[in-house]
């Protein structure tokens, strides 16, 4: 790998510990700066944080952060998109079997997979059919997924019966809001690939903020004080600790199937447009998290390691990196790193917060950003427009030692929720 890219951040003067930084070249924000002292203070960090070059403020903990624990987990860490990931697949199809306009297919994917949320009352849907970003009636193929699912999702619901409220059928092979995208994609040979991201949706946000809560209470039990409430952490072998193991798994595997379906669908969706040749799959696909809890071994421990925006990188692990709405996009092979805990960035990562974005630029900028890409050119978007990301070059070079570029990929349609 040569030499490694990161600098060290000694906080041990200050009560805290090491953290590297593989962040040259690129911009990190005061506020994520101090996140990442506080949770370097944490007892129970297992040798350094590793902090990936998309690294920007989070809730609790920053996101594009890999935090190695010894018997605790903080779920606020994790956050509420649990299981929050990629997955591509590349075809057979060359830009020249794709038709010169391409509204037509985007126009059939939105249609195929439910995105985007309704209006809300008092904070909750009225119904399912005010949430568009909800099936109102799911087709089999989700009902047969949701069936493997369904009988741990009941033994979590035996104990937190409010979970069985909340969105989790109805949300499953749909793609939400924000950042979560469906594109189809070039590479430097002009193959076509069909790339998405999206996560556990509705019912991952319950069991995330369920257990969030349940950790601060944990805190206020036994009288310990955090420099930011949402580092409240869960101590294994304790009751919520079990507990949150459990959904968190559940929740994880949910975003998997969940991308599952979503590609299933937009693939048929290729297949039966009348002006698409048949094609095949070249290569299987990708599905990758970036918001998650394994269980690993590092510098001869077992631990927790919680990627917040980020994905694993061991020696020739397969993982996807996006770029944003009008930039490349990368299939990337691990580099097995160790002192990143084999990990690397999940994107670009944004330089400026979504209100910033809306309030520097415009609809007209939005739209020259995304000359070429089929996809929403109003002003529903301009806080997910390319300008509002770091330079997805800067954060390639900054994580040279991290990972090999197998693919770059340039969008040529992109659904947003």
Known sequence: MGKTNYEVVDNTDFGGGLIKMWTKGVPVEDAARKQLDNISTLPFIHKHIAVMPDVHLGKGATVGSVIPTKNAIIPASVGVDIGCGMCAMRTSLTSHDLPENLKPIRGLIEHAV??????????????????????QSPPNSVLSEWRKLEKDFKEICDKYRHLEKQN??????????????????LDEEDRVWVMLHSGSRGIGNAIGRLFIEKAKKEMEKWHIHLPDT???YLVEGSEYFDDYWNALKWAQNFAR??????????????????DIPGFTIEKKAINCHHNYV???????SNVFVTRKGAIRAREGD??????SMGTRSYIVRGLGNHDSFNSCSHGAGRKMSRNKAKELFSLDDHIEATKGVECRKDEDVIDE?????????????????????????????????
């Open 318 to 323: 397969l993982g996807i990196i996006p770029g």
């Open 168 to 185: 989790h059928l109805m949300h499953l092979g749909t793609l939400g809001t924000g950042n979560h995208f469906i594109e189809l994609c």
């Open 257 to 274: 199937v969940n991308r599952d379906i979503m590609m299933n669908r937009v693939l048929d969706t290729l297949r039966k447009y009348k």
């Open 385 to 417: 427009t390319p300008m509002a990301y770091k330079n997805i070059d800067d954060v390639m070079e900054a994580q040279r030692d991290l990972v090999d570029i197998e693919h770059t990929l340039k969008q040529v349609l992109c659904v947003k929720g």
């Open 230 to 232: 949402d580092l409240a």
């Open 114 to 135: 439910p995105h985007g949320r309704g209006s809300k009352s008092g904070g909750k849907f009225t119904s399912a059919s005010s949430d568009k970003g909800s099936w």
């Open 294 to 300: 394994d269980k690993e071994n590092h510098f001869g």
